[in-house]
């Protein structure tokens, strides 16, 4: 639950970032590898390319999200804090 929470906050924060529309309405996909513990992320939110890797850290209770979106570098690191139930980006 913990992986999707962080998954989850990481792609709002693409969101928000981006000034966009929710991705229900972009045309990109992701998939998820247990075994790494990653989720990769490609396709385009309009009409910009995004190709990002997510990896995800149980015991630190983070992820990190690096790759490109609409051409530019992306990295964004994202923390979650279960006692307080809050998730920081940075």
């Known amino acids: 639950m913990t992986t999707f929470k962080l998954f989850f906050a990481s792609s709002i924060s693409i969101v928000g970032i981006m ?6 309405y972009a045309g990109y996909t992701c998939s998820h590898n247990d075994y790494l513990g990653t989720t990769s992320c490609s396709g385009y939110i309009n009409g910009q390319s995004v190709n990002t890797t997510t990896t995800h850290n149980e015991y630190l209770g983070t992820s990190t999200t ?11 690191t994202c923390s979650h ?10």
């Open 19 to 24: 000034g966009i529309i929710p991705s229900a």
């Open 66 to 76: 690096t790759g490109y979106v609409g051409g530019s570098f992306y990295s964004e």
């Open 81 to 90: 804090n279960d006692y307080l139930g809050t998730t920081s980006c940075y």
